[in-house]
C-alpha cells in the first residue's frame, strides 16, 4: 500500500493564481481532511469528508474549496490565492470517522508571493 | 469554540530523563485525545490515543494521562532517547463532531 500521497509536493504561485492540491489514498478508507500547518499554530482543519459525496467544512475553510467523487481523491483548490495562503498542507485519512487514527499524507509545501 | 492549549512550546531534557508535556481543552464534551509526533520535515503520526472512558493508557515508555475533572490530559515519556527529539501534538475532539483540534505543539530535544 502507498498510503496517502500527495502531488506536488513544493509550489509557489503568484497572488490570484488557482491551483489544485492532489490527495489519494488505497487504504479504502472512508474519512479524509485537510489540514494547513503554520508555525506556532499547530494543525488546523480545513475541509474534511466523511465519505464519498459528501463533504464539510473545518476551522479555517475560507479561499479553499473540496469534492469527494471517489472514496480514494479527495483534491483541495485554491480558488484565488493569497500569500496568507503560505502553508504546508497535509492531507490526511482515517477508517471511519476524524477520531480514529489518521494516516497523514507527506505534505505539501506553498508560497504565494 | 473548543480550544486546545499546550505547553511548553519548548522543551529540552537529557538523554535518559523523562519528559512531560501538559495539554487543556476548554469543552467539557470532548471524548477523544490522541497524540502525534512530528520529527523534522515528517508526516505527524500518531504514538498514543486515549479515550473519556478511562483516565491513563500506557504503551512502553510512553503514557497519556487525563483529567476530566480539570479538562487537561497529559504525555509522558520516559527514559527518553535521542530518536525521541520532534514536535509533538496533543488534540482534542470537537463537541458532537468528529473534528479534531490540535494543540500548537511542544518542540522536544532529548540530548545525549
Known amino acids: 500500500n502507498a498510503g496517502v500521497t500527495q502531488t506536488p509536493k513544493f509550489q509557489v504561485l503568484k497572488t490570484g493564481q488557482s491551483m489544485t492540491l492532489q490527495c489519494a489514498q488505497d487504504?479504502?478508507?472512508?474519512?479524509m481532511s485537510w489540514y494547513r500547518q503554520d508555525p506556532g499554530m499547530g494543525l488546523r482543519l480545513i475541509h474534511y469528508s466523511v465519505g464519498a459525496g459528501i463533504t464539510d467544512q473545518g476551522e479555517v475553510p475560507n479561499g479553499y474549496n473540496v469534492s469527494r467523487s471517489t472514496t480514494e481523491d479527495f483534491p483541495l483548490r485554491l480558488l484565488s490565492a493569497a500569500p496568507s495562503q503560505t502553508s504546508v498542507y497535509f492531507c490526511a485519512s482515517s477508517k471511519g470517522t476524524g477520531l480514529d487514527e489518521q494516516y497523514f499524507g507527506p505534505g505539501t509545501r506553498l508560497t504565494v508571493t | 469554540g473548543e480550544n486546545v492549549e499546550q505547553h511548553p512550546s519548548t522543551l529540552s531534557v537529557q538523554e535518559g530523563d523523562s519528559a512531560v508535556i501538559k495539554c487543556t481543552y476548554s469543552?467539557?464534551?470532548?471524548?477523544?485525545f490522541p497524540w502525534y509526533k512530528q520529527e523534522l520535515g515528517k508526516r505527524p503520526q500518531l504514538i498514543i490515543d486515549i479515550r473519556s472512558n478511562v483516565g491513563e493508557k500506557k504503551d512502553q515508555r510512553i503514557a497519556v494521562t487525563l483529567n476530566k475533572t480539570a479538562k487537561h490530559f497529559s504525555l509522558h515519556i520516559t527514559e527518553t532517547q535521542p530518536e525521541d527529539s520532534a514536535v509533538y501534538f496533543c488534540a482534542a475532539s470537537k463537541r458532537n463532531t468528529d473534528k479534531l483540534i490540535f494543540g500548537t505543539g511542544t518542540r522536544l530535544q532529548v540530548f545525549p
Open positions: 469543552d467539557s464534551a470532548s471524548n477523544y
Open positions: 487504504m479504502n478508507h472512508e474519512y
